[in-house]
């Protein structure tokens, strides 16, 4: 996909639960509803294990947002997000799925990108990959991974994906990893392989990382919060880091406003969408809650792509 890319609305899928949720037919039944309505792509968040200090979360200097607060305690239920999507991908027909975000470094990179090709190819290449470092020291320990060094490991694992994907006879060297003459099939359906989004802010580390891997950035912290005015300053910054910033696409929240009579009030929602298409996001994501056991889910869903594709002039069916 490009900068002038049709642009997409998405929505995050509940893959966790504070305490065992007894199953998870509500989260298979949510994302084929979602599939029917003409959602166009689901997010699927990740966290592998947990310590016990999640006021982490709310530190930016440790990656976290601040003012934020982690979602479930330590003991809370997280489904593995590539798992999860490849499951998901046989019960639906359209939707695509986004890992939002996939914590990479914690897998090894010969095996991440096995997995990943796998998935995309048997889903017709319904997978996009968003990447980041995250917050949390404890999951770097327990894969016995330096926290310190949690940029350079995502790089890392970045690189090795990338070169399987690409090469029919891979080679690949850096300093804690050298192979010549790999073999991995099959290959990801998209040239270059499944497309990679990087969360981070507009730091050098993180736009670096943008440049050289990613086709797409998922804003975080305050950057998120004003996407007119950060955007430009994100092509920048790419640009100085040497890469064309034109086709880098970008996720914004597009936060579903309700009427007085509490209903989804679509005019509203549907009104911030020209400015931030204008400014270069090309995948909405929808900020709204909806019940596990809401029964109306489908018709709401199907209501805000109705009106999302009415706003920004794509077909209203199919």
Known sequence: MTAHATPVLSMMLVTFSAEDPGGWEHMLRRAEE????????????????????????????????????????????????????????????????????????????????????????????????????????????????????????LNHSLAVVQTLWRETAAS????????????????????????????????DRAMARLARFGQGWIPWGPDADDLVESIPRMRAAVAAAGADPD????????????????????????????ALRAAGVTDFRLGLRIRPDAADAEERLAALVHAFRSTVGRPTAG
């Open 34 to 153: 979602a599939d029917r309505a003409g959602i166009d792509s689901l997010a699927l968040s990740d966290h592998v294990v947990f310590g016990e200090h999640l006021d982490a979360y709310a530190d930016p200097a440790r990656g976290g947002a601040e003012g934020g607060r982690q979602p479930t305690g330590p003991d809370g239920h997280w489904l593995e997000p590539l798992t999860t999507a490849t499951y998901l991908a046989g019960r639906t027909t359209h939707v695509h799925f986004f890992t939002g975000i996939l914590l990479a470094a914690l897998r090894r990179p010969v095996v991440l990108a096995k997995m990943a090709a796998t998935l995309d190819v048997l889903s017709g290449g319904r997978l996009d990959l968003g990447v980041g470092v995250g917050w949390q020291r404890e999951e770097y320990e327990a894969a016995g991974l330096d926290y310190a060094k949690r940029g350079a490991e």
């Open 172 to 203: 690949f060297s850096d300093d804690r990893l050298e192979f010549t003459a790999i073999h991995q099939m099959p290959k990801p359906t998209r040239p270059g392989g499944v497309p990679i989004w990087v969360s981070g802010t507009i730091n």
């Open 247 to 274: 086709p880098i696409q970008v996720t914004g929240a597009l936060p579903v406003v309700k009427g007085t009579d509490g209903e989804d009030d679509l005019d509203a929602t549907m009104a911030v969408v020209p």
